[in-house]
Nanobody, 126 residues
Framework: QVQLVESGGGLVQAGGSLRLSCAAS????????MGWFRQAPGKEREFVAA????????YYATSVKGRFTISRDNAKNTVYLQMNSLQPEDTAVHYC???????????????????WGQGTQVTVSS
């Protein structure tokens, strides 16, 4: 049974930083791409960032490019999202996700991910 557990969310002022972590268990973590998504109240869940199985390739939504960095530590079965220059529009529940089977690529759509964490709240005050 694959489990993903996010942590690191919280309340921060605009311009501040947070680092989210997602600890994975239940299968060989290093074989699969991972992603971060977020969902604000009343909005659809949207893609934030993805990282391939090795960590050698990443992809970002336009809204976070240059401010957020996704990374992974396969020895620790953990994926991270470093968020800098946070703005009120970044306020959302942030979810990590894992693809179901090896693709070798950078999944960017919700349907390409099968396993999801419970989410962690990020709130940015102005």
């Amino acid at each position: 049974q694959v489990q993903l557990v996010e942590s690191g969310g919280g309340l921060v002022q605009a311009g501040g930083s947070l680092r989210l972590s997602c600890a994975a268990s239940g299968r060989t973590f290093s074989r699969y791409a991972m992603g971060w998504f977020r969902q604000a109240p009343g909005k659809e869940r949207e893609f934030v960032a993805a990282i391939n199985w090795s960590g050698g390739s990443t992809y970002y939504a336009t809204s976070v490019k240059g401010r957020f960095t996704i990374s992974r530590d396969n020895a620790k079965n953990t994926v991270y999202l470093q968020m800098n220059s946070l703005q009120p529009e970044d306020t959302a529940v942030h979810y990590c996700a894992a693809e179901r089977s090896f693709s070798g690529g950078l999944p960017r759509e919700r349907y390409e991910y099968y396993y999801w964490g419970q989410g962690t709240q990020v709130t940015v005050s102005s």
